[in-house]
């Protein structure tokens, strides 16, 4: 069992920046692949950006270049570095993580979740 707890979501204007974390519970997370999806009022959960137990990452299309997934196995936490947000960056975000994710661009491969932090990007 893992335990997800997401912070540093807000309010932030076009262009800023925001770092959202996640902290893990439990004693594997090295092993984990960790990753981030949103979810905008009326829309599908999508994919962010995922970070595998070896540091490889992967970035949906709409935040490369801006977005920025990292983790720190010392303090079982993964982050996600935002910048030059966008009003369409709107959206709760959530943490997801699992020992084994074949893809990483669907919802369904990770079992384990976050309750989410709302980002609000103004115009």
């Known amino acids: 069992q893992v335990q997800l707890v997401e912070s540093g979501g807000g309010l932030v204007q076009a262009g800023g920046s925001l770092r959202l974390s996640c902290a893990a519970s439990?004693?594997?997370?090295?092993?984990?692949?960790m990753g981030w999806f949103r979810q905008a009022p009326g829309k599908e959960r999508e994919f962010v950006a995922r970070?595998?137990?070896?540091?490889?990452?992967l970035y949906a299309d709409s935040v490369k270049g801006r977005f920025t997934i990292s983790k720190d196995n010392a303090k079982n936490t993964v982050y996600l570095q935002m910048s030059s947000l966008k009003p369409e960056d709107t959206a709760v975000y959530y943490c997801?993580?699992?020992?084994?994710?074949?893809?990483?661009?669907?919802?369904?491969?990770?079992?384990?979740w976050g309750q989410g932090t709302q980002v609000t990007v103004s115009s």
């Open positions: 970070i595998r137990d070896n540091g490889s990452t």
């Open positions: 439990g004693r594997t997370f090295s092993s984990l692949t």
């Open positions: 997801a993580t699992d020992w084994t994710v074949r893809d990483s661009r669907r919802p369904a491969s990770y079992n384990y």
